[in-house]
């Protein structure tokens, strides 16, 4: 399901400015209704109001149609929703600093776990370097015996289509030399 950008303060404006109930902005916003109810009790917010409208998420429309029937429920519009399936197709892309001293643990569970991907394929999935994936897998990295081993899926450092996509191709670059040779 997709949620509105900042789904607190939509919340909050939906709250002012509609007749919409409890259970519909909690859906909308992907909330708990108690949550949306503590919001509308709170005489002092500590967050800002976000017209949908303007933001481009909702049409007055869709706000008229709900606040008429209490059974219809608001969706976000389809430019809205395009625009965040496409944001998360491309992938993982800033890596916080909190993870990034997880990045020696992450190419050396890719190197263990996927041996048939190159230097070049993890470098590029974990943003690294060749020579760093290489002193890795060679067990040679200055920092090798502190390295922890972990998923960079649950990290979030790379998704695992990526990696299940990288590995197909390498699997059918490895594959691809035996069939020429038969």
């Known amino acids: 399901m997709n949620?509105?950008?900042?789904?607190?303060?939509?919340?909050?404006?939906?709250?002012?400015?509609t007749a919409l109930t409890f259970e519909q902005i909690a859906e909308f916003c992907g909330m708990h209704e108690l949550e949306v109810k503590s919001i509308a009790d709170a005489e002092t917010y500590k967050i800002q109001p976000l017209n949908p409208i303007l933001s481009g998420q909702l049409t007055r429309e869709d706000i008229e149609k709900c606040e008429a029937d209490v059974s219809a429920r608001l969706t976000l519009r389809s430019e809205i929703i395009d625009a965040q399936t496409q944001q998360n197709k491309r992938g993982v892309g800033?890596?916080?600093?909190?993870?990034?001293?997880?990045?020696?643990?992450?190419?050396?569970?890719?190197?263990?776990?996927?041996?048939?991907?190159?230097?070049?394929?993890?470098?590029?999935?974990?943003?690294?370097?060749?020579?760093?994936?290489?002193?890795?897998?060679?067990?040679?990295?200055?920092?090798?015996?502190?390295i922890q081993i972990q998923s960079p899926i649950v990290l979030g450092l790379v998704s695992e289509s990526a990696i299940l996509e990288a590995n197909a191709k390498a699997q059918k670059q490895t594959n691809a030399p035996k069939a020429k040779k038969k």
Do not use: C, F
Not at 3 to 17: D, Q
Not at 122 to 140: D, F, G, H, I, W
């Open 94 to 146: 800033y890596t916080p600093k909190l993870h990034r001293q997880n990045r020696l643990g992450g190419i050396l569970w890719i190197v263990k776990n996927y041996p048939e991907l190159t230097d070049n394929q993890v470098a590029r999935l974990m943003r690294s370097t060749k020579p760093t994936v290489a002193s890795v897998r060679n067990k040679t990295h200055p920092s090798y015996s502190l």
């Open 3 to 17: 949620y509105p950008y900042m789904p607190k303060s939509t919340a909050l404006w939906l709250i002012e400015n």
